[in-house]
């Protein structure tokens, strides 16, 4: 690393952790903290951590979000712990090649989160074996440097571990989880560091990743289920999309793993949304493979922009849905 990536490296850091008060993991004990993801931009500030076994679906798991953004409306309230769970399915795909869908069956209660020793009134959003846990920060809790018009929230996310059992408390040292994040991006994104497969032609890797996804999505109900893919499979065709991206968008290796996470869970929901997918679902991956690797204009623009900001209102799922109908609808003859 060159110094000046090391300076742009520490401000960045340093300029994040001024502004978001950086919640963790108390109890119970399942090791130091693994700095999971941590961004800025105009929307906001956010920073991950992540606690236990990372490659088991079983658990025992916990990652903790804390996210620093402008005010939003009410309805805004439950949507971070919903996200935050899609993000968590992604997470485990990516780790352990596990594809668990997103459930229909879901139950939100009021409940309440200890962050240093303080009893918070939370949310808890359950599916299947996943909770995820939302409670706004007290003031006095977020530095001096975020603004009034900001609203700053904590997600516990957890694989096998009861809501009861989870206490919170803010760290205050993350120097250690920083530099072991940056250690091993830079070690994912040097070709020396790691045995590659041959880089991949074309798109084909995308598109065989998104017709997987779909088939399984599609076949959740269906009496005659497909054979579940091995975890070896499934890594290896996720890895081949990962490398798709980074080579074609220029994108490190987190970024292209986040976007094609991205690709997927959108068009996986969308097949099985709509009753049209056998008809134009083709379409409707190329243009957002389009819009995904290259950034390209395309008529599905309206669509793809809610997708990415998705869950943070109820209704923006609905006007997902409506301005994929509405694609749909204005499609040409014969395209």
């Not at 950086?22 to 991950?48: K, Y």
């Not at 929901?269 to 991956?285: H, K, Y």
């Amino acid at each position: 690393m060159s110094a000046a990536q090391a300076i742009t490296r520490d401000a960045l850091r340093d300029y994040i952790l001024s502004r978001v008060p950086v919640i963790g993991l108390a109890t119970p004990e399942l090791g130091p903290p693994l700095l999971l993801q941590a961004s800025s931009g105009p929307d906001g500030h956010l920073i991950r951590l992540g606690y236990g076994v990372s490659d088991d679906p079983a658990g025992p798991h916990i990652s903790v979000l804390t996210q620093v953004s402008q005010r939003m409306p009410l309805a805004y309230i439950v949507s971070p712990a919903r996200s935050a769970l899609s993000y968590e399915r992604g997470r485990i795909f990516e780790r352990a090649g596990v594809d668990e869908p997103e459930n229909d069956v879901t139950n939100t209660v009021s409940s309440h989160l200890l962050i240093n020793e303080r009893r918070l009134a939370a949310r808890v959003r359950y599916e299947a074996q996943l909770w995820a846990a939302q409670a706004t920060i007290p003031r006095d809790l977020v530095p001096t440097h975020t603004s009034p018009r900001e609203r700053a929230i904590t997600v516990a996310i957890s694989r096998g571990v009861p809501v009861e059992d989870v206490t919170l408390a803010l760290e205050f040292d993350l120097r250690p989880a920083w530099e072991a994040y940056e250690s091993r991006r830079s070690a994912l994104a040097s070709p020396g560091d790691r045995r590659e497969a041959p880089l991949p032609d074309g798109l084909d890797a995308l598109t065989d990743l998104i017709a997987s996804t779909v088939a399984q999505r599609r076949s959740e109900s269906a009496p005659n289920r497909p054979q579940r893919r091995s975890a070896s499979e499934l890594r290896d065709e996720w890895e081949a999309a990962v490398r798709t991206q980074m080579r074609y968008a220029g994108q490190p290796r987190e970024e292209a793993s986040e976007a094609i996470m991205m690709l997927v869970s959108q068009l996986g929901e969308l097949a099985a949304s709509v009753g049209w997918w056998r008809e134009a679902g083709d379409a409707a991956t190329a243009e957002s493979i389009r819009y995904t690797v290259f950034a390209s204009a395309v008529r599905s623009d309206v669509a793809q922009r809610i997708w990415t900001k998705r869950h943070r209102v109820d209704s923006e799922h609905s006007a997902w849905l409506e301005a994929w109908e509405q694609w749909y609808a204005s499609m040409p003859p014969g395209a």
